[in-house]
């Protein structure tokens, strides 16, 4: 019996030995059964981005930004404080298109357009001087494009005389000034877009005989631009003299036959050969040294 008698000191170390052992952690205890445990350096871990931090736009994300006017004045800018990129640029760019170009004069057309004051006369002085800055604007951009549509910086004739077609349209619509002085640039483009057409039928009729220029119909436009112009387009029409007349001859026979009668067509015919080789062809207008 003393054997199974604990002792009084071994009771009262119970309490003791149970309050000493550690107590479970409320993560543990709270957690469900079968939840794996995260450690807690890992939860509170957040995704750090470098958006705080200040660097430059990318070039191509600056280029999304710029207008096409402020595209442009960069690059000019660029180009005249490094004249090798001009180059490398000028050679590397795609030629200009004939729509494309024609795009560029008549952007320039318009602003003339809207430059005009309200409430005066078109023709006036006033309105010249409110227009002149975007007139001279234009024949400027008409000064440098024709030369890149003429022979031998373009080889097509047929896409030469598309755009001087385009291009002689808008001169013949200039507007024309009371006073006679303020008028000489609408001459000079005229003079100038005689020699330029005057050009290019001399390298068309190098090739094929000048085939191109009857098949596009390019003597009646030729004729009908030299009347616009007040037979400013002398040059040009003394291009189709040298050929022998018979491109214009192929025009009247065309308008003859929509009039009926064979014997028309050769009247028409020995009419305009006349006027073109004596230098009366227009009515009055002269045209050529004759």
């Given at each position: 019996m003393s054997s199974r008698k604990r002792k009084a000191s071994d009771d009262d170390d119970i309490p003791d030995r149970m309050s000493s052992s550690p107590t479970p952690s409320p993560s543990i205890t709270n957690r469900p059964l079968g939840?794996?445990?995260?450690p807690s350096h890992l939860s509170s871990k957040r995704i750090r981005t470098n958006a705080t931090t200040s660097r430059p736009l990318p070039l191509n994300r600056l280029l999304e930004t710029l207008t096409q006017d402020q595209l442009r004045t960069a690059l000019?800018?660029?180009?005249?404080?490094?004249p090798a990129i001009a180059a490398e640029l000028s050679s590397t760019a795609p030629r200009p298109s004939v729509p494309s170009a024609l795009g560029v004069l008549h952007s320039y057309e318009a602003a003339m357009q809207e430059s005009f004051p309200y409430g005066d006369r078109a023709s006036s002085d006033y309105s010249f001087n409110r227009v002149r800055g975007s007139l001279l604007a234009l024949l400027d951009a008409?000064?440098?494009y024709v030369p890149q549509f003429l022979p031998p910086q373009e080889p097509q004739p047929t896409v030469s005389l598309a755009f001087l077609d385009g291009v002689t349209e808008i001169v013949a619509r200039l507007p024309q000034w009371d006073t006679f002085v303020n008028n000489r640039w609408k001459d000079e483009a005229f003079e100038e877009m005689g020699a330029a057409w005057a050009m290019v039928v001399r390298e068309a009729a190098k090739r094929g005989a000048g085939i191109q220029l009857q098949v596009g119909g390019w003597d009646r436009k030729i004729v009908r631009h030299n009347e616009m112009s007040g037979g400013k387009?002398?040059?040009a029409v003394q291009a189709l003299r040298e050929l022998g007349g018979w491109f214009v001859d192929q025009t009247q026979?065309?308008?003859a036959r929509g009039q009926g009668g064979q014997g028309q067509v050769e009247d028409e015919r020995e009419k305009l050969r006349r006027e073109l080789f004596s230098g009366t062809y227009g009515n009055a207008v002269q045209v050529g040294p004759w």
């Open positions: 939840t794996p445990r995260t000019t800018t660029l180009c005249t404080r490094h008409l000064k440098d387009l002398g040059e026979t065309a308008n």
